[in-house]
């Protein structure tokens, strides 16, 4: 039967549509994962810095043992990295931004009265770059983090002064929390000039590094 151009032209469209419904429902499981993947395809890949042999330990962490030594008389254990699922990453960025959002920043002389390095916990809600780091290493292992995972990291950041961050390994490669940024960055993506930080095996262990992370890059600009 032949049909009327009106009914031809209605019947094209809906053929158009129905396609168009068709290709949309035909989504793999992958493609309908969290977005987070794709933000982090999109972004420079992290990778691992490597590290050279042993060095010098922190005056501010030896102080920091000696008047907590609980958290540091603690046995040697092997290397480890978490798994950078999506579950992780999301309390990565949370256990961040929440330290960077509770502790007012204060430098280390107005805060305990010494140019010597004083590193703490936030007991007052105050403190510098250390104590960020600090808490932020006692919030992960709680969250059930590996402690191998979670380093003490000395840099010179981008007007190459000393800053203390925390990198985490993870299989995806070094991960920084920073208290001067929100976003989880890869310590590629930083810009910072890595000096030190902890043994994976022993924190009471400092291994060199002396590499220059990249150059500064936001890793989840949309986040």
Known sequence: MQRSPGVLTSSLFLGFVSLLSATSLQVSPAAAQSTWYKRVSAQPAASS????????VPYGWLDFCHRRPKECKVPALPAASVKLTAQNMSILKRINQ?????????????????MMDHWDYPVDGKGDCKIYALYKRKLLQEAGFPRQA????????????????LTVKTDKGDLVLDNLVDEIRPWNATGYYFLKRQSQQNPNVWVSIDKRGGTAKRLFPNS
């Open 49 to 56: 810095a490597t590290v050279g042999g042993s060095t010098s």
């Open 98 to 114: 929440k330290a960077n959002r509770s502790i007012k920043p204060v430098s280390n002389y107005d805060h305990w009265g010494t």
């Open 150 to 165: 979670l380093l003490m990291t000395v840099v010179r950041d981008l007007h190459n002064e000393g800053h203390t961050i």
